[in-house]
Structure formats: structure tokens, C-alpha cells
């Protein structure tokens, strides 16, 4: 897996093995410049602009979402959307020691974080591609910038207790592949885990109408992604992915996310108000990207769609 990490050097070469470092004036400054050239760690560092939001630099164009300041807080919001719907918990594998821990796809690396707390013997590592990880962080915790596409991930095989991976819908090609390359890196008697969110939307008692704004925002987007080659529909067929991989004793356990606050259940009351203000502080943030580069919509005609959305309405 070509990697790159926060430091002065430039190497296409490094994975996992190599912390990204603190950012430092140095970093930007790589030798390469004067040559014209830029090196790998510089794209890192550059984030393209488009549309009034920043994306990822490193790999640039294959994620379509942006990672900007206020993308990156909606995802530790939705962090805390998760572990509420989780009840708490980080993860249902059932761990004891584990001694290596991967996350794919880190993002803020909040997961990442409390299980290095967890397991304090334990060596988190955890990739993206995007460096919008905090630096202060516990010492057993390290952040990479690496693409999980790739196929060599730059440690032994059977390498990790763990390996964990979290709304990572609409990132892969294939996520099969990712999986069956976790699998070749995971110890026998490891786990690997994924919680993922469905995007499709669901209607407990049929009120939800053919003509519902979110509905169609919903679709527009799912087409999008499927045309850009990035499937968002991941969740219902992970089970049978893992099975197919190797994967055995495979469980699945499906939690039910309301889009707002109309369930009775104050537990999944609580759980919708929180989803309704993640749905509507990331509909632009989520739609931009694909929609534009996809569809070809300007930014103007994309929020005009987002705001019939606002009103999310019960499903
Ligand atoms: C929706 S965010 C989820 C972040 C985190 N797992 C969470 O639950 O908050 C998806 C993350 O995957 C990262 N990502 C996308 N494609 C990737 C790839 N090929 N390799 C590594 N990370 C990737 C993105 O940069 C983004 O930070």
C-alpha cells in the first residue's frame, strides 16, 4: 500500500509501520519543490477545492465527500450518534487482549482514540486519507495516511487481533476487496468488524409518500454514487461478504436508526433528534461532491434540492 506520512520526508513507499508526525512548517516545504515536482507528502497537505469545500488531496478525486472543519465535526457527531445507538460500545467482537488494531478509514480517528484508552497494550493503528487526525493522541495510537484500496498494506500477513472499519459507505470500488484483504492480515482467531449505516430508508407503517423530498435526495444520491463507482448499499450484504472471504461464526446485528425524532421509544427518540441534525448538517457536505461531479449540478441548483429536503419529515 503506497503511503505517505506528516513529516519532512517524502517517501511512496512507507506504510503502516511509519507514524504520521506532528505538522510542522518543514513539511511543506519539501525539497521537490523547486523542481516543479511535488511529492507525495505535499498532496497530502494540499486540499482541492470545490464548490466552497476542501477533499482530500492524497488519492485525490476517489473519496467524494469533503474534509473540511465542519465535515470533520459532523463525523465526530456522528461518532456520538453511533456509540448511542451502540449503547456505549465501540465494538461487539468479543476481544480480550487484543494486541494489534487496525481502523480503515479512521476519519477523525475518535474510534481509533478510545480503543487505544481501552487496550493501553494494544498498538492502534489506524489509516485514512485525509490527515484530519488530532495530534495529541495516546502513545499506543497511530495515524497513517494510506489507501485501504491498495493491495499491500505494509505489515505481515495475519498481522492484526482487529481490524475495524465504520460508515465506510460509498468509499470502495468493491468492498469485497477490502475484506478479503483484511482477512489475509488478521490473525487466525482475530476479528474484524463493520458497522455500517444503510442508507436506503426504510417506513415502519407505510406513511412515508413516492414524491418525499429526503426519499428522492436519497435516490439522486445512491444513483450517483453507483455511477461514480463508489456503492453506498454495503450494510445488507457484509455478512455474506465476510462468509465468502473466510470470515466464519460471521454475526450480524441490525440497529434501527430513525431519520428524527418521531419514535416513541425515548431511547430511539433521542436517537432520531440526533440522526435528524447529523441528515441535515451533512446534506450538503454529502450531496455536494457526487451530485456536482456526477450529475454535473452547480452548487446553487444542489442546495435548492437540499433545502426541500430540510424538512425531513417521519419515516
Ligand atoms: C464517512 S468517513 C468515516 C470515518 C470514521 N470511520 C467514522 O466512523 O467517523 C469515511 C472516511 O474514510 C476515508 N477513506 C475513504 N476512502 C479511503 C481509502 N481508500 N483508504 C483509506 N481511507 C479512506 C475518508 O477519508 C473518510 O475519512
Redesign the pocket.
Given at each position: 500500500m503506497a503511503s505517505t506520512w506528516r513529516s519532512s520526508q517524502s517517501s511512496p513507499t512507507t506504510g503502516l509501520d511509519t507514524p504520521i508526525e506532528p505538522d510542522s512548517p518543514s513539511i511543506t516545504n519539501s525539497p521537490n519543490d523547486c523542481d516543479g515536482t511535488k511529492s507525495l507528502t505535499d498532496s497530502v497537505y494540499e486540499f482541492p477545492k470545490e464548490n466552497g469545500r476542501t477533499y482530500?488531496g492524497f488519492?485525490a478525486g476517489?473519496?467524494n465527500?469533503p474534509?473540511d472543519p465542519n465535515e470533520a465535526d459532523r463525523?465526530d457527531f456522528?461518532?456520538e450518534i453511533l456509540k448511542f445507538c451502540f449503547q456505549d460500545k465501540n465494538y461487539f467482537a468479543p476481544l480480550t487482549s487484543p494486541r494489534n488494531i487496525l481502523d480503515?478509514?479512521?476519519?477523525?480517528g475518535?474510534?481509533a482514540i478510545e480503543m487505544g484508552d481501552e487496550f493501553p497494550n494494544a498498538e492502534v493503528q489506524a489509516?485514512?486519507?485525509?490527515p484530519i487526525q488530532p495530534d495529541t493522541v495516546p502513545e499506543n495510537v497511530q495515524f497513517f495516511i494510506?489507501?485501504?484500496?491498495e493491495e499491500d498494506w505494509a505489515v505481515p500477513a495475519a498481522h492484526f487481533d482487529f481490524v475495524h472499519t465504520?460508515?465506510?459507505l460509498g468509499?470502495?470500488e468493491d468492498f469485497r476487496e477490502i475484506i478479503n484483504r483484511a482477512y489475509y492480515y488478521t490473525k487466525p482467531g482475530g476479528y474484524m468488524e463493520s458497522q455500517e449505516i444503510m442508507s436506503t430508508l426504510y417506513c415502519d407503517d407505510g406513511t412515508m409518500s413516492k414524491d418525499y423530498p429526503f426519499l428522492k435526495w436519497n435516490k439522486d444520491l445512491d444513483e450517483a454514487a453507483m455511477r461514480a463507482g463508489r456503492p453506498m448499499r454495503i450494510g445488507n450484504k457484509l455478512k455474506r461478504w465476510y462468509e465468502q472471504a473466510g470470515f466464519v461464526d460471521v454475526q450480524e446485528k441490525v440497529f434501527k436508526l430513525p431519520v428524527n425524532p418521531w419514535p416513541r421509544d425515548k431511547h430511539l427518540k433521542q436517537l432520531g433528534k440526533m440522526q435528524e441534525a447529523n441528515w441535515l448538517a451533512g446534506l450538503a457536505a454529502i450531496s455536494l461532491g457526487l451530485f456536482h461531479r456526477v450529475f454535473g449540478w452547480t452548487k446553487t441548483e444542489i442546495e435548492v434540492r437540499s433545502c426541500a429536503v430540510g424538512n425531513v419529515g417521519k419515516c
Open positions: 482530500h488519492r476517489t473519496y465527500f474534509n463525523l456522528q461518532y480503515i478509514g479512521t476519519g477523525t475518535q474510534w489509516t485514512d486519507l485525509s494510506d489507501d485501504a484500496a465504520r460508515v465506510m468509499c470502495f
